[in-house]
Every structure is written in C-alpha cells, then in structure tokens.
C-alpha cells in the first residue's frame, strides 16, 4: 500500500488534490508524518489500522470531505471539530475575520456573530480581540452543540443562542459595536454548478437561499443591526460576488454609510462592510 495507490482511488479530485487528502487523513486521523510514510509507515500499520483506514477510504471515494472524515478542521491557527450538521470554514472567511481584526479599534468590542455554524468566527474574534464580549446565534441546534464545544476546546468564552434572525426583533437591551455573518447566500440555480462533495455532504440549510429573493438573510440581518448596533457600529458581511451591487444598495438604504467592497485574495468582491 502506496500513497499513489491510495491517492489513485479519489477519482473525483486530481492527482495533486487527491494526494494532498490522503497525506491529511494519515496525519490527522494517525498521526503519520511523510518522514514516517517514507521509512514505511503503511506498510507496518496494524491490522486495526488498516480496517479503519479502509473505512476512511470509503467515506472518501464516495465525495464525503476529508475534513468530515478527520473530524476536524484548522481555521486561523486552531483546530475546530466540524462535522455534517456544520459547513466547512473556508480561507476566505479567515479574510472576513483579519478584516474584522485589522479594521476594528474599540476596546472592549460587542460583537454579534450570526448564523454561527462550527463557531469559527466568534471563537476568533474572541480569541483575538481580548477584551471582547461575543455572542453567537444560529437556529440548528447540532451547530450551537458543535460551536460550544469548540468554544470549550479553544477555552474561549462566547455565549451562544438559538435564535432565527428572520424572527429577530431588536428589543433595545443588547447593542453590539460590531455585527458579522456569513449567511447562506447560493442561490438554488446555483447548484448545478457546485462540486458534489459541498452539494451532497454539507448542509443546505447553511448554503441555499431561494432563487426569487437572494439577499433574504442580508436584509434581514441589515433591519436588525438598522437599530441594534451601538452608533458608528459596523456591520460586516461575506457575499456572494453576484450580488455585491445589490447589497451595497440595500446595506444603503437602511442608513448605513461607508459601505464598501472589499475583494478577497483571488480578487473576487467576498465582502461588505459599513457603518451605522
């Protein structure tokens, strides 16, 4: 048993892809490191080793990601548990987070993470910003269950709440100085041309909005922070390129000003902020 012969089994990925997963399942899920592959690590595996490596390998041929396979995934330096109730944090909202971190000079920042998934967002802006009270709201309750115990593993504190932001009515009692989500925001047309290992493995309810109404979230997240964000408060956002336009003019129309895009490394527009 080979890397190449296990790498040649992912068919869906290219030759590099393919060996850069399996290189991550042996170090994340045995510790393996390449110096310990070549002096013949996979050849000396125990019996138990091997059957469970065949089931990682399983799982892996049939487009489940490597990251839900390890049970893990590293997201601005820390390790956070995602598994299929949660999306997979990506680079780009490691962007979102140094824009956050880079841009933002209160003291003592309250900060409102929406739609909060594995956590990863409030966890380090919590992590980062030292004198910052976070809390984190979503409506699945495997995702608030995963975020808290990631919240537990990195020894953070954020308070985390099972809220609907499309209910959320903002009583007056809880200004933030900084609100951020990175909502669903593909649109179900969207999906064809998606790889199939997003489409059929992470949850739709944390990537899809309807076709007819692709800045469902935004507005609802805009009306809410409209009044719930403390004066020169700001809001920010991850976005879909598509709509970048339409947000800015919508972010508008509820007041905000110095609403600006910003492009992620690829030079794509991933991101708005503004401020009340």
């Known amino acids: 048993m080979t890397i ?38 996979l050849e000396h595996m ?14 892996l041929e049939q487009g489940e990601p490597v990251q839900y396979v390890t049970g893990k995934t590293v997201f601005c330096g820390r390790d956070f548990h995602v598994e299929k109730g949660v999306l997979i944090p990506r680079p780009e909202t490691e962007e979102l987070c140094e824009l ?6 209160v003291a003592a920042p309250r900060i409102l993470d929406v739609g909060t998934g594995s956590g990863c967002i409030a966890i380090t802006l919590a992590s980062e910003l030292p004198h910052s009270t ?7 309750e495997d995702a608030l269950r995963i975020a ?35 909502p669903p925001y593909i649109c179900d047309k969207e999906a064809a041309d998606m790889e199939p290992h997003v489409l059929c493995h992470e949850p739709h309810l944390a990537l899809f909005v309807p076709d007819d109404d692709p800045l ?8 809410y922070a409209a009044t719930a964000l403390s004066p020169l408060g700001m809001l920010y956002f991850e976005i879909n390129p598509i709509y970048a336009d339409a947000l800015k003019e919508m972010i508008c129309s509820y007041g905000f000003d110095n609403v600006m895009i910003h492009d992620d490394q690829f030079g794509k527009h991933r991101f708005i902020s503004a401020r009340r």
């Open 4 to 41: 190449r012969e296990l790498a040649a089994r992912l068919k869906q990925y290219d030759e590099q892809e393919a060996r850069s997963i399996v290189l991550l399942l042996l170090y994340d899920c045995f510790g393996m490191t390449m110096t310990d592959i070549c002096t013949g690590a």
């Open 46 to 59: 125990s019996c138990g080793d091997v059957k469970r490596l065949e089931q990682y390998m399983q799982r």
């Open 100 to 105: 956050i971190i880079n841009g933002y000079t």
């Open 134 to 140: 976070v809390s984190a709201w979503d409506v699945s």
């Open 148 to 182: 808290s115990g990631n919240a537990d593993n990195i020894k953070t504190h954020v308070v985390f709440e099972k809220k609907d932001i499309l209910k959320a009515r903002h009583d007056g009692d809880n200004d933030f100085d900084i609100i951020v989500s990175n």
């Open 216 to 223: 469902l979230f935004y507005r609802s997240i805009t009306q």
